[in-house]
């Protein structure tokens, strides 16, 4: 057998909110299918879901996003409008550049080059 990933899908406070960071970032169209879910389909990639959940997150994520950009401090400042902060500084090592970035609801992810 073998399988492929139809969705990635976070949980979150809310859905309509956060669905509307990641279009902004990755792009495509936010769609919103209830209250409790939004998806958005990014080109070139698979869709990523948000749906409602009454816990608020508590911990560092088991899994994050890696997004390829050229500069990631100039991708950092770009995304501040959207919601999005920065965690510590930008590293550099010999397999490139890489900013920790958490986004609204606090989820884990990493502009990066190389």
């Known amino acids: 057998m073998r399988a492929h990933v139809q969705e990635l899908v976070y949980d979150c406070g809310d859905p309509a909110a956060l ?3 990641w279009a902004g970032l990755l792009g495509g ?14 080109p070139g990639f698979v869709r ?8 608020g997150k508590a911990v560092k ?5 890696d997004v390829e950009v050229d500069d990631p401090e100039a991708a950092a400042d770009g995304v ?3 919601g999005a902060v920065r965690v ?8 490139g550049s890489f900013q920790v970035m958490r986004d609204p ?3 884990e992810f990493c502009f990066v080059t190389g």
């Open 61 to 65: 994520n088991r899994l994050h996003l």
């Open 29 to 42: 169209e936010p769609v919103d299918r209830s209250p409790d879910w939004s998806y958005v389909d990014p």
């Open 48 to 55: 990523i879901a948000f749906q409602r959940v009454p816990e």
């Open 105 to 107: 609801e606090g989820n």
């Open 88 to 95: 510590g500084g930008p590293v550099t090592d010999e397999q």
């Open 80 to 82: 501040a409008g959207l």
């Open 19 to 21: 669905v509307r960071f």
